[in-house]
């Protein structure tokens, strides 16, 4: 069954009337989350909309792919709105038109919100069989919209038949680093909201145990707000070791995020594009992927760019 129709139609590709008249609890139940606020919706979009996404969703070997391997993550980016599948292209448009970002203003109690239409960091994303993101905070200020603060992440999972023993689950960590206060496990037409501050640490640090024709797919859109007095620079992405990572690991983690925040600070100075930072934070992690598992499950002699 074709599925144009219900994405023609703006009205369709968010639940507004739904979502909107129990729009005052679900605040509630984000402002109450731990370890930080932040909420999951089930069914977030129409099940024909998030289906046709998820049919049409790139498939990992086109050369559109950013290769994001380095120590603290193995997966792939695609922030790129002229190159989104039709579906998908349109339903980014709708997450970030102003009736949605109100919407999200009001579930989240952060007004002036804005959204941000170059997906900086976001857009699609996909880590395959061994695929990893270390727990982190993420960067605090855009990196071209000098002062833009980023308050609120969503990130939509398009992962039909998902197995919860694959792994891939977003975990949210308490601030001292203690323990994983929440998990959500990457389901269809499953969204997670949460608001980014330097205590939100998230992640799937644990390498992806799916089959080797299967990935893990998400959109991610990023909110920020306009201020003025915004600190220059701001946060860079801050990686964090578990308890039982070990000296060694934890060494690796903290090199690791020193690195980034060097060519995080560069490709906001001289204008960087994320494909070349990925290639350079490809040549100074020179070490075999961690724990030995990439997409094929095989150890690669040195990052992909």
Same mark, same amino acid.
């Not at 970002?101 to 996909?126: C, K, N």
């Given at each position: ?55 049409? %969703? ?10 994001? &391997? ?21 339903? *980014? ?81 308490? &601030? ?18 949460? *608001?980014?501050?330097?205590?939100? %640490? ?34 860079? *992405? ?31 100075? %001289?204008?960087?594009?994320?494909? %070349?930072?990925? &290639? ?26």
């Amino acid at each position: 069954m074709s599925c144009a129709p219900a994405v023609a139609n703006q009205i369709l590709l968010f639940p507004y009337s739904k979502q909107s008249s129990e729009l005052s609890a679900l605040s509630r139940r984000y402002q109450d989350n731990s370890p930080f606020p932040h909420i999951r919706l089930t069914d977030f979009l129409e099940p024909e909309v998030a289906g046709a996404m998820a049919e049409e %969703f790139p498939d990992p070997g086109t050369e559109a792919w950013t290769h994001y &391997k380095h120590h603290n993550e193995n997966k792939l980016g695609l922030a790129k709105r002229d190159l989104f599948p039709p579906h998908i292209g349109e339903v *980014t448009d709708g997450l970030n038109s102003t009736e949605f970002v109100s919407w999200l203003s009001e579930l989240t109690g952060i007004r002036g919100l804005v959204a941000d239409p170059s997906l900086a960091g976001g857009g699609l994303h996909q880590s395959g069989r061994g695929g990893f993101l270390n727990l982190h905070t993420d960067f605090s200020n855009h990196h071209y919209q000098k002062n833009w603060c980023r308050r609120v992440n969503l990130i939509l999972y398009l992962n039909p038949d998902w197995q919860e023993e694959w792994g891939g689950a977003i975990e949210f960590w308490e &601030k001292s680093m203690r323990c994983c206060a929440a998990k959500y496990p990457p389901l269809f037409n499953h969204a997670v909201i949460f *608001t980014t501050c330097e205590g939100s %640490f998230h992640g799937f640090p644990d390498p992806l145990q799916c089959p080797a024709n299967v990935s893990r797919k998400s959109l991610a859109l990023y909110y920020y707000t306009v201020e003025p007095n915004a600190q220059s620079g701001g946060r860079s *992405t801050d990686y964090r070791a578990r308890p039982g990572d070990g000296l060694v690991e934890s060494a690796l983690i903290w090199l690791d995020k020193e690195a980034v925040d060097l060519y995080s600070r560069a490709k906001a100075r %001289f204008g960087f594009s994320d494909k %070349f930072a990925s &290639k350079v934070l490809g040549l100074i992690s020179k070490e075999k992927w961690r724990r030995g598992e990439t997409d094929d499950g095989n150890a690669p002699e040195q990052p992909n760019g």
